[in-house]
């Protein structure tokens, strides 16, 4: 198996998209399938889901053996630190020895003279997890804004409260948290200043979720312009990151709370 990316650019996605997700899950299967790269895994307090897609033509060279698809197991806190050896404009070629197939080795090279290049090696793990089947919906609503402004506002209602409320209906969607302790914070968000916005006629939705994980989740904002929501009632919220390919994307699924 063999994979590489020389733009730059794409590499430095590749760089971002697995710095946090060390934060969801400790051990993750990698599935090489024929026509993309996918990951999926629940975090470790089993309200969220994450979902990895990389089609084949993201990538500058995808070899793949068998041609099949494989999977390996490997720790996200070892592959974060060799990730985070790469320096900015370093090529990243990854690859699985046909013969010694327990490391998986990594090389990192560029044309300046300035940065040398990096080699590793990483055991891989045997991780025993079945594929979770989501099915698709239509969910009652959905928008976009620009991801930076979502992450944000998360920032900001994070400091009042550990739930977001979400209010959305026809005429605008309001954010709100608070506590006790430090009171409350309110956002309203007008239609018209939505990216894209869609409702079922006449719903009103009123959902919480963690803001905890809701913060995590938007640490991948910077990877993509906008950031799409979409909601139902008593339903995992779905967010989604188009990376710079229509097929490239990352998408989390988050289990609302609970009302006493």
């Known amino acids: 198996m063999e994979i590489q990316l020389n733009q730059p650019g794409r590499a430095d996605i590749f760089t971002s998209l697995f710095q946090h997700i060390k934060l969801f899950t400790e051990n993750i299967n990698v599935n090489f399938q024929p026509d993309r790269m996918f990951i999926q895994a629940m975090d470790s307090s089993r309200v969220s889901i994450f979902e990895l897609y990389l089609p084949k033509s993201w990538f500058d060279v995808y070899t ?18 060799v990730l985070h050896a790469r320096e900015k404009n370093q090529r990243l070629c990854i690859q699985l020895d046909e013969v010694d197939n ?7 090279s560029s044309d300046n003279t300035s940065h040398f290049d990096k080699h590793f ?9 079945e594929m979770m089947s989501i099915p698709e919906m239509e969910y009652q609503a959905e928008f976009s804004l620009p991801a930076i402004t979502f992450a944000t506002l998360i920032d900001q ?25 430090s009171g409350k914070m309110m956002v309203d968000i007008p239609i018209d200043d939505l990216t894209s916005f869609a409702i079922e006629d006449k719903q009103e939705l009123n959902l919480s979720f963690s803001l905890i994980h809701l913060h995590n989740i938007c640490l991948y904002s910077k990877i993509t312009k906008d950031i799409e929501i979409a909601m139902t009632t008593n339903y995992p919220i779905r967010i989604q990151y188009i990376l710079d390919d229509a097929d490239a994307k990352i998408v989390f699924y988050l289990a609302p709370k609970i009302d006493d």
């Open 121 to 129: 090696e990483v055991p891989l793990l045997d991780i025993d997890s």
């Open 102 to 108: 327990e490391k998986l080795r990594l090389h990192m």
């Open 157 to 181: 209602l994070k400091l009042f409260g550990d739930n977001l409320r979400i209010e959305c209906s026809e005429e605008k969607i309001q954010l709100y948290s608070e506590s006790t302790e």
């Open 64 to 81: 793949i053996q068998p041609s099949n698809g494989m999977t390996i197991g490997i720790n996200t806190n070892l592959l974060y630190k």
